[in-house]
């Protein structure tokens, strides 16, 4: 499977601790998205990695949230001090070029309890 | 507001019926892209139109764009009750710094039902 993937795909976390999930873009776009996406709602734009420089983050990605892509590949996404509020699904896109279509992963559910 | 607004929220029709939602904008685009979803899975993209381009098609799909009116609309026709999805639209602006231009946008989704 050459598409986009996320681990986990499922995360039930206890409030207060940590989590981190994945993204492996196709391995030829170097762009890489990161989006929330919560029951009823379209998909929330978090942060846009080109290659490993990451180039805009929106005002959702408070300070407990980070995301990196160190060598311009996979990226990670770490929550912390998790809270109910950040109960989602975390989605990953990837893409070329700014002009193509994204590629969506599955997403990472994560639950906060 | 950079994001697109989808009318209807939601939509029931029966099987072999036609459906058409819009999508509503303020800013300037760059290009427009229609993405369905399954429930609780990921984004598919179905098609991307340009901003100098009125309409596209792809199979059942019908995609108009008025950038006078700054508004886009998807046509499914002869429904299949496997269309039954979320639908979005998603913008890539063309306004502001050139970083923000790299992101897409979503609006908030028609909701679509194909009843057998």
């Known amino acids: 499977d050459t598409g986009v993937s996320q681990n986990p795909r499922h995360k039930i976390t206890k409030r207060g601790q940590n989590v981190t999930f994945r993204c492996d873009p196709i391995?030829?776009?170097?762009?890489l998205y990161w989006y929330r996406q919560t029951l009823g709602q379209g998909p929330e734009f978090l942060t846009y990695?080109?290659?490993?420089?990451?180039?805009?983050k929106s005002r959702l990605l408070s300070d407990r949230f980070s995301a990196e892509r160190p060598k311009g590949s996979f990226s990670t996404l770490e929550i912390q001090r998790t809270e109910q509020g950040d109960s989602a699904m975390y989605l990953c896109?990837?893409?070329?070029?700014?002009?193509?279509?994204?590629?969506f992963g599955q997403g990472t559910r994560l639950t906060v309890v | 507001s950079q994001q697109g607004e989808e009318d209807p929220q939601a939509l029931s029709i029966q099987e072999g019926e036609n459906a058409t939602m819009n999508c509503s904008y303020k800013t300037s685009i760059n290009n427009l892209q229609w993405y369905r979803q399954n429930s609780g899975r990921g984004l598919v993209h179905l098609i991307l139109i340009r901003s100098n381009e009125r309409e596209k098609h792809s199979g059942r799909l019908r995609v108009t764009l008025d950038t006078s009116k700054k508004s886009s609309s998807l046509l499914i026709t002869a429904s299949r009750a496997a269309d039954t999805a979320s639908y979005f639209c998603?913008?890539?602006?063309?306004?502001?710094?050139?970083?923000?231009?790299?992101?897409?946008?979503f609006g908030g989704g028609t909701r679509v039902l194909v009843k057998p």
């Open positions: 998603a913008l890539r602006s063309s306004d502001g710094i050139k970083a923000a231009g790299n992101k897409l946008t």
């Open positions: 896109a990837s893409r070329p070029n700014p002009n193509t279509e994204a590629f």
């Open positions: 990695f080109q290659n490993e420089a990451q180039l805009e």
């Open positions: 391995s030829e776009h170097n762009r």
